[in-house]
């Protein structure tokens, strides 16, 4: 039983210093979308890095091949 007590403490405790505030029983539909479209746009935006990446390295291969 104290392994249980200790478990959900230190997931209130995690979650407390995530948020800052008190956590929330349920989330809103905005809330949930927002979340959504922020991962959506890091997501784009890592692939477009990598995009980049990957152009600057093939211009580098054929600047060195002539």
Do not use: H, N, T
Not at 39 to 61: D, H, I, T
């Amino acid at each position: 039983m104290d392994a249980l007590k200790a478990e959900l403490a230190k997931k209130r405790k995690a979650g407390e210093e995530a948020d800052g505030s008190r956590p929330q029983k349920y989330m809103r539909r905005g809330d949930i979308e927002r979340i959504k479209v922020e991962a959506e746009r890091a997501k784009e935006a890592e692939l477009k890095k990598k995009q980049e990446a990957a152009e600057v390295a093939r211009a580098e291969v054929s600047s060195s091949e002539s």
